[in-house]
């Protein structure tokens, strides 16, 4: 079995047919050619100049962001390719509802198209029965999209009281209960405020309208801390009265080793909030009951594996290290003992070295890091080269990567749409089989991600 390290990497090509791509409405002739200083030059063309977008990890946009549209159409765009050498360039600041590319990549050529934009640093979408999706805003918006892509202008609210906005904390995921047909329950992750700590929770309701009711708080990390930084905030049901909540250390190492602290583990409940009997450290003196595994740095993504019906998590490393995991019982997934990651800047070795007897190893490492964030394994139909493999938003890399599984090992990766939606931070597979990404902008968009010609 091959180490994480050996694994090859495939970087897919980038190329744009020639042919113009114009929604309809749009006049043709209108379009203005960005320039090339302009990350928004390149696939998506632009027709109007918006606001250029904040830098990666910045607060606040860098000019007069129109912020909480009522809905995403309000700028006209044209859409065109210019040709391969541009099409290859960044064009994190498409916006355009409507706007696609063609981008090819080793299995498919594929239709990427912007469904909706004016979402304020969105980060996770859940797919609804009648075909709308809820989707989350960082800053503490609920929000329905239709299935084309419509922004429903009005938010849904009751959401608990202490959502808060903190760094990289604020709303984080939604999910619903497996049983949502029949008891439309919404479950939240979201970065909780007490005083002036903050600390990752989650909470459920019933979605009835525009209101979540009945909300309750299930579980709350703790102790809550200051800062902004990593609060992991995936909610995964595991189809069998289980609910598995992401978290991470607060950037504060040891506490990813500290069962007397939830930080830095994967917590499981029941699907009410209680602890399971069988969780691994109900009997340890001292340990949150709630911990299921240890040793996670930060964990912004996590899906059920389809095929064996665990837990699969990937987690950011420090400067590098950034792995996916099968999460089990009790396991210690190391951070910050065992490491592939350096140091910022300075590049020193952390914790003891990369692997150890009782540290559960990455099934996938990178090194450098992609900054992973959101997950989701493909079993749909309509892209059927990707079957069996598991998708990975990146926010660094500013692409999606593809895993080409076979069990636990990772047979292969591929790189995909490398700058053509800017920083990713989730993905998710529809129920009709396509693929939805979300970037983590200031003006951030839902994309769709279908085969081209069918
Ligand atoms: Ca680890």
Known sequence: MPSPKDVSVTQGSCQVPLSLAVRSGDAPGSASVPPATDRGAGVFKRTRRLPSQRAPGGRGAAGPMKRHRPNGRTHGFGVCAIGAVLACASVAN??????????????????????????????????????RMLVTERPGRLRYVGADGTLDPTLIDGLPATVAEAGQGGLHDVALHPDFGRNRLVYIAYAGKKGRRYGTELARGRLDGHRLEDVEVLFRALPKS????????????????????TLGDRGDRPRAQDLGDHAGSVIRLAEDGGVPA?????????????????????????????WTGELWTHEHGPQGGDEVNVIRAGANYGWPVITYGKNYGIGTTIGE??????VASPVHQWTPSIAPSGMAFYDG?????????????ALK??????????GERVLREERMFEDVLGRIRDVRVGPDGLVYILNDHPNGVIARLEPEGG
């Not at 200051?226 to 909540?245: A, E, I, M, N, Q």
């Not at 070295?353 to 009782?358: E, S």
């Not at 139909?381 to 938003?393: A, H, K």
């Open 381 to 393: 139909d309509r892209f059927p080269g990707w079957r069996g493999s598991l998708l990975v938003g």
């Open 397 to 406: 890399f500013r692409l999606l990567v593809r895993l080409e599984l076979a």
């Open 94 to 131: 498409a916006t355009t509802p409507g706007a696609y590319t063609i981008q090819h990549t080793e299995s498919h050529a594929v239709r990427v198209t912007i469904l909706t934009d004016g979402l304020e640093h969105p980060w996770s979408l859940a797919f609804l029965p009648d075909g």
């Open 278 to 306: 069988d969780n691994p450290f109900v009997s340890v003196p001292g340990a949150r009951p709630e911990i299921f595994s240890l040793g996670n740095r930060n964990v912004q993504g996590a899906a059920l594996n389809p």
């Open 226 to 245: 200051h800062g902004g930084r990593h609060f992991g905030g995936r909610v995964v049901f595991d189809g069998k009265g289980h609910v598995f909540l």
């Open 353 to 358: 070295g990369t692997h150890r007897d009782d």
